[in-house]
């Protein structure tokens, strides 16, 4: 009975390295997830100042001409 214990499981080797594995894999894209929600209410806060801005006058030699840099 002894000897069966120590034998290594492969089954259980499987599963444990599958399940690890998947949760790294699920983290990675709930991550990548979470950059890409961030990023968008980033772009929505920025273009919220923008108009804010335009609506006040405010607008920049650089935001009216995107190609050009401010000095």
Do not use: C, W
Request: net charge positive.
């Amino acid at each position: 009975m002894k000897q069966k214990e120590l034998k290594p499981n492969i089954h259980s080797f499987f599963h444990d390295f599958f399940s690890f594995f998947l949760e790294s894999k699920l983290h990675d894209y709930l991550f990548i997830i979470h950059l890409e929600k961030r990023q968008n209410s980033i772009k929505t806060d920025l273009y919220s100042l923008l108009q804010q801005n335009h609506a006040r006058g405010q607008n920049p030699h650089f935001l009216k001409h995107p190609n050009s840099v401010p000095e």
